[in-house]
């Protein structure tokens, strides 16, 4: 089955610098990438998703970029708040299938 | 506009036990997915239901299982309960199982003693 890894496991920033984090999958099939934050007792909200026809997705401070050739793909978060802090899971499936795969979480701290 | 949601919030079973959790989809969807999140690690997929079928499994034992209702929601259901068994389970619903979005509820957070 689909396998998906996380890098870094922890990243701090500084308020207003810019976070980055990636995730590799392993199924070539795989063509639906979405990307969900979770605080600290919530549930997983979705944040942003893309699907394999796409390079790139923005949605105001938050962008994700595929690289389909290398299977990974990447959370871009700009202009990092205090609020911004959380765990972000990446997760793969097949379009249509509605089985994710996760990764096993980033936790981002953003240090005022 | 409802959200998913989750009952109940929190419960505490002993080995051997069985346990029943529910789960009602947000308004307009149609599948429910059910998820297992051990502490400090990503969900992993047990189930999904879909025209009260179960649809797609994930690599959980027979001691999970689970039904769907006509009003679309779900209940999870593990018998024989183990240690292990101790994590947060997540429902998510989806519109058909053709869209991939899917929107996670609370959660019902199982402690096995």
Known sequence: GENVEQHPSTLSVQEGDSAVIKCTYSDSASNYFPWYKQELGKRPQLIIDIRSNVGEKKDQRIAVTLNKTAKHFSLHITETQPEDSAVYFCAASLYGNNRLAFGKGNQVVVIP | ?113
């Open chain 2, 1 to 113: 506009d409802a959200g998913v949601t989750q009952s109940p919030t929190h419960l505490i079973k002993t080995r051997g036990q069985q346990v029943t959790l529910r789960c009602s989809p947000k308004s307009g969807h149609d599948t429910v997915s059910w998820y297992q999140q051990a502490l400090g690690q990503g969900p992993q997929f047990i189930f999904q239901y879909y025209e009260e079928e179960e649809r797609q499994r994930g690599n959980f034992p027979d001691r999970f299982s689970g039904h769907q209702f006509p009003n679309y929601s779900s209940e999870l259901n593990v018998n024989a309960l183990l240690l292990g068994d101790s994590a947060l389970y997540l429902c998510a619903s989806s519109y058909g199982t053709f869209y991939n979005e899917q929107f996670f509820g609370p959660g019902t957070r199982l402690t096995v003693l």
